[in-house]
């Protein structure tokens, strides 16, 4: 059931200077509030073939709780699915995972992300795995999207399954929960660090601890490189 993607040039944006490690902070300008959209699971077997939904195993179609994938992720297990799905915010826990973009599919190109995102108004999922076997990423309040400034609400948040579940809620020292464009994009930041950052081509990364998260660096070491990655909007 994946969205077809129109690839309309980003524009107003190429004069913005990257997201560097070595940037200052900026004030939180605006921040976004995600618009619940629901999850509306069809009441038949029949009618999940067609939507092509992904139940994880070992729950039966009766659970409410359950999250429903698109497609199989080709990073998380259906355990760590069901525990991070734990920490959405109440109106998630049962929602429609819908893999917007992966690294597998769709190549290793910013640009690329941010237009499958376009259009999109609800909760997005970052999940990473390193070319250490590392697996972490972050929950967003909103769609990825080129930006002047940080958004994003309290909601936003990092993990790392390090190999057990963590994850690193907003601390309330600062509101740089995302910010991106054309040549990086990061979550959360203070003294000119990010929790978490990737380059352009998403490969390359760096995970610091920040005031915004007061998180652990999410990879064996700060710098990583990126195996897999793939985006899911929440609905």
Request: charged share 20%; net charge negative.
């Amino acid at each position: 059931m994946l969205r077809a993607m129109h690839y309309s040039p980003l524009v107003n944006h190429l004069n913005e200077a990257p997201v560097s490690e070595e940037s200052s902070d900026e004030d939180d300008k605006e921040c976004e509030t995600c618009r619940s959209t629901g999850a509306n699971e069809s009441s038949s077997n029949s009618d999940l073939s067609a939507e092509n939904t992904c139940r994880l195993p070992g729950i039966s179609n009766e659970d409410s709780c359950e999250p429903i994938l698109s497609e199989e992720s080709k990073v998380l297990l259906g355990e760590q699915i069901k525990q991070i799905s734990m920490h959405f915010p109440p109106r998630l826990t049962a929602c429609t995972w819908t893999l917007e973009y992966s690294t597998m599919k769709h190549g290793t190109s910013l640009r690329t992300l941010y237009r499958s995102m376009q259009g999109l108004d609800c909760s997005t999922f970052i999940v990473i795995k390193d070319t250490d076997g590392q697996v972490f990423g972050a929950f967003c309040s909103s769609p990825l999207r080129v930006s002047d400034c940080f958004y994003g609400t309290g909601e936003t948040f990092l993990f790392s399954f390090s190999p057990e579940l963590q994850v690193f809620k907003w601390t309330s020292e600062n509101s740089f929960f995302v910010k991106g464009n054309l040549d990086s994009f990061a979550f959360g930041g203070g003294r000119g660090i990010f929790g978490l950052w990737l380059d352009g081509d998403l490969y390359h990364g760096r995970s610091h601890t920040c005031d915004t998260f007061n998180n652990d660096i999410l990879s064996k070491t700060e710098d990583f490189f990126v195996h897999v990655m793939e985006a899911w909007a929440l609905k």
